[in-house]
């Protein structure tokens, strides 16, 4: 069973970069079919995925965001990290970090807020 935690910042001024990092126990990060993702949700809006790095370290982003955004993951610590560059109070969300394997093995952290205020 993954568990998923997030951490980082709960206020972030704009113009500035939202850093987050998710630690993963219960399985390895490089382990055969995973894709760890970040997924945001604003106020009153739905899901957005931001962009994912796979078991190998590929990362791939929402072409809306990739400009953006860097995923990248540290395999000694079993952790992969979120950056978010140039952030607007628009950036304000939950942000989940997220475990896929299969199409039904899903495993979400509980989610942080971040909000983006000066």
């Known amino acids: 069973q993954v568990q998923l935690q997030e951490s980082g910042p709960g206020l972030v001024k704009p113009s500035q970069a939202l850093s987050l990092t998710c630690t993963v126990s219960?399985?390895?990060?490089?382990?055969?079919?995973?894709?760890w993702s970040w997924i945001r949700q604003a106020p009153g809006k739905g899901l957005e995925w931001m962009g994912l790095?796979?078991?190998?370290?590929?990362?791939y982003y929402n072409p809306s965001l990739k400009s953006r955004t860097f995923i990248s993951r540290d395999t000694s610590k079993n952790q992969f990290s979120l950056q978010l560059s140039s952030v607007t109070p628009e950036d304000t969300a939950v942000y989940y970090c997220?475990?896929?394997?299969?199409?039904?093995?899903?495993?979400w952290g509980q989610g942080t807020q971040v909000t983006v205020s000066s």
């Open positions: 790095i796979t078991n190998d370290g590929y990362a």
């Open positions: 219960g399985d390895s990060i490089t382990t055969n079919s995973y894709a």
């Open positions: 997220n475990a896929l394997r299969y199409f039904w093995m899903d495993y």
